[in-house]
């Protein structure tokens, strides 16, 4: 073959995760000695269930494989690499092929629905070279913005393209960008009249749990961020940048450091940025400490500052009053990816796609019991029917869907008859659920929206910083009546009591956290009031998941006493011997499921 | 909040000497700058393998911080801990996406196998066990990670078979 190829692998931290790093030596091994193909190490596609991935690009075509072993591997490099050949029963994805494999590849029609804004370099790029985010259009925004574009320019730009912050609430990002500019730095000039000291943060501190869309950006292409946040410090004025990223994220906290590293290297950051004498620009990263309050804006500034992250009532705004009293902006690292793309392509392109008053698209976290975990980046406006059955591919198991939870701990839970709401911030709000940061946790018939909530009081009330009683208390009272309820001990007056504190809650908190607590609790109140009088009057848990409501009982006529359920019992509590049916003691059943999934013939039910 | 207490330390006490010579880099490196609690307390902690008492004393006394301050922020975060690690520290994720596959139930397994509770450590110091909110990689929920290795899909049974063969391979 004369062509030169290139192989490439996955290895963010999903695929690593998944076992891509055996993979990638091995790949290595394979291939020393020959100069026709290149091994590209990239980031993440978004097929995250699918992982480890491997590409073939080859003449602007290329062919993604799935779930590739070693076995696999070296049948890709011997019938791919060497005889040309496809290997057929791992292609999952192609690109630019017009041939029979592309009707074959399971993932394209995924694919195809999308709109690539935000992950437009994603698993494409080797993050750690900037060459390869050059090639692809990189810091042109930022060259444009600098060269032929003024301040307000920019800004107008910024807000034309109708983007909003990606981080939860959905504030429009240009007139963030406009208060910022506006307010007054520390060291006006003759040349720059509202001074320049003045602070940006890419929050990328990603609390919610069950997103993670900012880890893979961060992973897979830092220098789209980088660039964002460039384009802002040239809009609002400001000379110090920050990203403020989670510690639970080492690949992440990596790959920025190289980028900005070859970002300074390449004139984009640090003084006189691309020849401009006004332009001086630098970011350094700022590792959190695992609070997910750190997340809320003045929570974060205050840990920025070293001090434990407590919320502070608003005004003043950061904008005003942030990192040491200075102005400071802050968004979310989906919005400042999003930038760069608005700048080189113009405002009305990104407008174009979307919904309402939601512009562009959304990445969404795909997780929870469907077929197709991982990112996908969908145009504003598709139904919550499209992304979970077209691109998250259904139910797993071909299961009954119950709920999608939207928005994580500040959310709700979505029923099946709402699954035709289209994803834009209004819609979403309507149902109850908020888009947050864009994590979809998708729930089958075998999970129990009671315990859901108490899941998320659970995180609330661990995470509450315990500055609002509303806050520390209200969640605590509410979090011990859902216990009771899980537990067969509710009453019906509860549901009263849960609603009532739930407003108290919401109205006495000073920060986001406090006033979303109680979500999750009001939308499945809402939607699956039903589960709950079951709980409580029938003493019967639906979906068979809250362990007091269950019972784990033999089938003594179909078992045939080949003892392995006992044997597997963590906690002894199965008798009878060999040949002899077997029988579950209630008492001392800690109901793990472990003998239900070891019995050969099934004979072990739930009650 | 992080629900950590700073109790007396179970590690030997240091000594004045020893905590000079392993934390003066440390200290040095932060004098005379502004906002580095978290950082000069996440240094002393991949030091010391915990935040030792004597050693957030020494540095605070050091840098002119009250130990009060510096304790203050690091019970907050749930990063610190406030006791020796295991050998290895298992990090099981109890984020949505994990909930939902079950990870309750490897949490229960993990607590009676290894006889302790989340944030506690195996008395023979090989396993700390540390339930936390979400390692990211929830497509391949339950998800946990011993040390820096993750593991996807879990089951009970899958995790305590990666504990015992670590275990098995003292
Ligand atoms: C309790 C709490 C946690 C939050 N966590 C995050 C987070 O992890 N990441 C994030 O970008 N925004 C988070 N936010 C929202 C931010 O405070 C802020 O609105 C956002 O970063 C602004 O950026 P944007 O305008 O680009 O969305 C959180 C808010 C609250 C109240
Ligand atoms: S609402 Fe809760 S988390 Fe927010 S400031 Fe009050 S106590 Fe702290
Ligand atoms: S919820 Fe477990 S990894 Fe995200």
């Known amino acids: 073959m004369s062509s030169k190829m ?17 993979v990638a030596q091995e790949l290595e091994r394979l291939l020393v000695g020959r100069d026709d193909v290149e091994i590209k190490k990239v980031g993440c596609i978004g097929c995250c269930y699918m992982e480890p991935l491997i590409g073939v690009i080859r003449e602007g075509k290329t062919w993604t494989y799935g779930r590739v072993d070693l076995k696999t591997l070296h049948r890709i490099v011997e019938e791919h690499l060497n005889e040309g050949r496809i290997v057929e029963d791992h292609l999952i994805l192609t690109e630019g092929v017009e041939d029979e494999s592309r009707r074959r590849a399971a993932e394209n029609p995924r694919m195809e629905k999308q709109v690539r804004i935000v992950l437009r370099n994603s698993g494409l790029i080797d993050p750690k070279n900037i060459h390869e985010y050059l090639a692809r259009d990189g810091y042109r925004g930022l060259t444009k913005a600098v060269r032929e574009m003024t301040r307000d320019d920019v800004i107008k730009e910024v807000l034309d393209s109708g983007l909003r912050g990606r981080g939860g609430a959905g504030f429009p990002t240009g007139m963030k960008w406009r208060f910022a500019r506006d307010a007054k730095g520390d060291l006006p000039n003759a040349k720059n009249p509202n001074g320049t000291d003045k602070y940006l943060v890419c929050n990328a501190d990603e609390g919610d749990p069950g997103a993670f869309m900012d880890r893979s950006v961060l992973e897979s292409d830092p220098h789209s961020v980088i660039e964002g946040m460039a384009i802002g410090a040239y809009a609002v004025g400001a000379s110090h940048g920050v990203i ?220 509450s910083c315990g500055k609002c009683p509303f806050c520390r208390i209200g969640t605590r009272r509410m979090l011990e009546i859902l216990e009771r309820i899980t537990r067969g001990e509710g009453a019906l007056e509860d549901l009263d009591l849960l609603s009532s504190l739930a407003e108290q809650i919401r109205d006495g908190s000073l920060c986001g956290l406090g006033q979303t607590a109680p979500n999750p609790v009001l939308t499945t109140l809402k939607y699956f009031r039903d589960e709950y009088v079951a709980h409580i009057v029938d003493k019967k848990c639906p979906a068979k998941v809250c362990a007091p409501l269950i019972h784990y009982v033999v089938d003594e006529s179909k078992c045939v006493g080949c003892t392995r359920c006992a044997k597997d019992c963590p906690v002894k509590a199965i008798s009878g011997g060999l040949k002899k049916p077997h029988h579950i003691d209630d008492e001392t059943c800690v109901r793990c499921g472990l003998c239900k999934k070891t019995c050969p013939i099934s004979c072990i039910a739930v009650a | ?112 196998t290894l006889e302790i509770h989340d944030g506690e450590t195996t008395k023979d110091l090989m396993f700390t066990l540390q339930c936390v909110a979400c390692l990211g990689c929830c497509s391949l929920a339950p998800v946990m990670m011993v040390n820096d290795d993750v593991h996807g899909r879990l089951t009970p049974e899958k995790a305590i078979q990666i504990l015992g063969d670590l275990r098995n391979e003292q």
């Open chain 2, 1 to 112: 909040m992080a629900a950590t207490v700073v109790g007396d330390s179970v590690a030997p006490a240091l000594g004045e000497r020893e905590l000079a010579a392993r934390l003066g880099p440390i200290v040095e490196l932060y004098r005379g700058k502004q906002g580095v609690a978290i950082p000069l307390l996440a240094d002393i902690q991949k030091e010391m393998g915990y935040v030792a008492r004597e050693a957030v004393e020494y540095a605070g006394k050091e840098l002119s911080i009250p130990a009060a301050e510096l304790f203050g922020v690091a019970t907050f975060y749930a990063m610190f801990r406030f006791q020796p690690q295991g050998k290895y520290v298992v990090r099981l994720c109890r984020g949505t996406a994990c909930h939902v596959q079950g990870s309750a139930r490897v949490q229960e397994q993990l607590e009676r």
């Open chain 1, 244 to 463: 403020y990223c989670r510690a639970e994220y080492p690949m992440a906290i990596e790959h920025i450091g190289i980028a900005l590293k070859q970002a300074r290297e390449h004139g984009f950051l640090g003084e006189k940025i691309l020849g401009d004498e006004n332009f001086s620009f630098d970011i350094y990263v700022k590792e959190g400490a695992g609070a997910f309050v750190c997340g809320e804006e003045t929570a974060l500034i205050a840990s920025i500052e070293g001090q434990r992250g407590m919320p502070r009532p608003r005004p003043p705004f950061p904008a005003n009053s942030g990192i040491w009293k200075k102005p400071t902006n802050i968004n979310n690292v989906e919005t400042w990816a999003n930038v760069p793309w608005i700048l080189t392509h113009g405002a009305s392109a990104f407008s174009v796609y979307g919904h309402g008053r939601s512009k562009g698209t959304k990445v969404f976290a795909l997780a929870g019991k469907i077929k197709k975990g991982g990112l996908a980046e969908v145009p504003m406006g598709m139904s919550l029917r499209e992304v979970i059955y077209d691109i998250a591919g259904g139910i797993e198991n071909d299961k009954k869907f119950k709920a999608v939870q939207l928005g994580g701990p500040s959310g709700g839970c979505v029923p099946e008859e709402l699954l035709d709401t289209p994803v834009d911030y209004e819609s979403i709000n309507a149902t109850g659920a908020i888009m947050g940061s864009g994590g979809m946790v998708v729930m089958d018939e075998d999970t129990c929206v009671v315990d859901v909530a108490r899941f998320f009081l659970s995180f609330v009330q661990k995470e």
């Open chain 1, 6 to 22: 290139t192989v490439t692998i996955g290895l963010a931290s999903c695929g690593i995760a998944a076992g891509a790093l055996p």
